[in-house]
Antibody, heavy 115, light 110 residues
Framework: EVQLVESGGGLVQPGGSLRLSCAAS????????MTWVRQAPGKGLEWVAN????????NYVDSVKGRFTISRDNAKNSVFLQMTGLRVEDTALYYC????????WGQGTPVTVSS | QSVLTQPPSASGTPGQTVTISCSGS????????VYWYQHLPGTAPKFLIY???PRPSGVPDRFSASKSGTSAALAISGLRSEDEADYYC???????????FGSGTKVTVL
C-alpha cells in the first residue's frame, strides 16, 4: 500500500524558514518523480514543486522560485521541501504526492506564517 | 487566477449526471494529459481519472473523463451523496514548466 507521511510543518514568523519532510513507503521510491502541492485556507490546490527520480531536475511555481528548494534522499525514501524567506501568503496545508500527476497523496502538514 | 478554468459549482439530484468543464490552452490541455482529482474536506485529495486511461483501483465507473482540443470534462453519472466534494482538473503546462490546477468545482448533491 502506498503511504506518504508529511512532517515538519508549524508556526513561523515572516522571513523565517521551515523544512518539510515526506516519508514514502509501499512503492519503489527511486522510480518516481515526487511533488509538493499546497492549499491555502479557503483556496484551491496549488502545485509548488516537483523533482525527478534521481534528483537531477526540479521545477517550481514562480511564486516560490529562489525561496524554496525541493530535494530527495532515495536511500531513505524521503523527499524534502526547504522553505526560506517565508511570507504570510505561504500559509497553507502542504501535501506530498507521488509522480508528476500526483496519483497518491499524503494527509498534509500545516504551515502558518504569522507574526 | 487559475490557468485552467472551472465553474465554481455544479449540482444535481441523486441518479443524475453532472458534468464539470475545464478550459485551458495549447500549452497545457492542448498538448498534455488532463488529470482529475476529488477532494473531500479534511481528507487527502484523491486522483480520479484521466482520459483514455484505466480508472485507478477503487474509482467507480460512474466517473468518466474526456478531452477535446484545449478543453476537458469530468462526468459523474448516477450521482450519489458521497460524490459531494471539490473536483479539480490539472495538467502540465509547457510554457510555465509547471503543473497547473484548475480553480476547483464544488459539487453538491441536492
Amino acid at each position: 500500500e502506498v503511504q506518504l507521511v508529511e512532517s515538519g510543518g508549524g508556526l513561523v514568523q515572516p522571513g523565517g524558514s521551515l523544512r518539510l519532510s515526506c516519508a514514502a513507503s509501499g512503492f519503489t521510491f527511486s522510480g518516481y518523480w515526487m511533488t509538493w502541492v499546497r492549499q491555502a485556507p479557503g483556496k484551491g490546490l496549488e502545485w509548488v514543486a516537483n523533482i525527478k527520480n534521481d534528483g537531477s531536475e526540479q521545477n517550481y511555481v514562480d511564486s516560490v522560485k529562489g525561496r524554496f528548494t525541493i530535494s530527495r534522499d532515495n536511500a531513505k525514501n524521503s523527499v524534502f521541501l526547504q522553505m526560506t524567506g517565508l511570507r504570510v501568503e505561504d500559509t497553507a496545508l502542504y501535501y506530498c504526492a507521488r509522480a508528476t500527476n500526483a496519483d497518491y497523496w499524503g494527509q498534509g502538514t500545516p504551515v502558518t506564517v504569522s507574526s | 487566477q487559475s490557468v485552467l478554468t472551472q465553474p465554481p459549482s455544479a449540482s444535481g439530484t441523486p441518479g443524475q449526471t453532472v458534468t464539470i468543464s475545464c478550459s485551458g490552452s495549447n500549452s497545457n490541455i492542448g498538448s498534455n494529459n488532463v488529470y482529475w482529482y476529488q477532494h473531500l474536506p479534511g481528507t487527502a485529495p484523491k486522483f480520479l481519472i484521466y482520459p483514455n486511461s484505466p480508472r485507478p483501483s477503487g474509482v467507480p465507473d460512474r466517473f468518466s473523463a474526456s478531452k477535446s482540443g484545449t478543453s476537458a470534462a469530468l462526468a459523474i453519472s448516477g450521482l450519489r451523496s458521497e460524490d459531494e466534494a471539490d473536483y479539480y482538473c490539472a495538467a502540465w503546462d509547457d510554457s510555465l514548466r509547471g503543473f497547473v490546477f484548475g480553480s476547483g468545482t464544488k459539487v453538491t448533491v441536492l
